[in-house]
Nanobody
Framework: QVQLVESGGGEVQAGGSLRLSCAFS????????MGWFRQPPGKEREFVAAISRSGGSTDYADSVKGRFTISRDNAKNMVYLQMNSLKPEDTAVYYC??????????????????WGQGTQVTVSS
């Protein structure tokens, strides 16, 4: 059974940076595509970023492109989300997710079978 544990959330002022981490266990990490999603208060969960099994391909929501960077370390079974130039509208619970991967990335929550418990990110103005 895959387990995902996020860390690194917190409160930061607008313009600041945070790095989220997600630890993967239970299966062979390099066979899973990974994604980050977020759920702002009172809103639905939405796609943020995805990365392929090898890390060679990434995809970003338009709202975070150029500010956020997803990466992975297959030797450490870790996936990261570096968040720069944070805005108050980035405030959300951030979730790490895993999908037994086809070759392409996915923005669709239904394609991710495993989810972490989430970590809160609060950006103050």
């Amino acid at each position: 059974q895959v387990q995902l544990v996020e860390s690194g959330g917190g409160e930061v002022q607008a313009g600041g940076s945070l790095r989220l981490s997600c630890a993967f266990s239970g299966r062979t990490f390099s066979t899973y595509g990974m994604g980050w999603f977020r759920q702002p208060p009172g809103k639905e969960r939405e796609f943020v970023a995805a990365i392929s099994r090898s890390g060679g391909s990434t995809d970003y929501a338009d709202s975070v492109k150029g500010r956020f960077t997803i990466s992975r370390d297959n030797a450490k079974n870790m996936v990261y989300l570096q968040m720069n130039s944070l805005k108050p509208e980035d405030t959300a619970v951030y979730y790490c997710a895993a999908r037994l991967s086809a070759l392409s990335n996915s923005r669709y929550m239904g394609e991710y079978a495993y989810w972490g418990q989430g970590t809160q990110v609060t950006v103050s103005s």
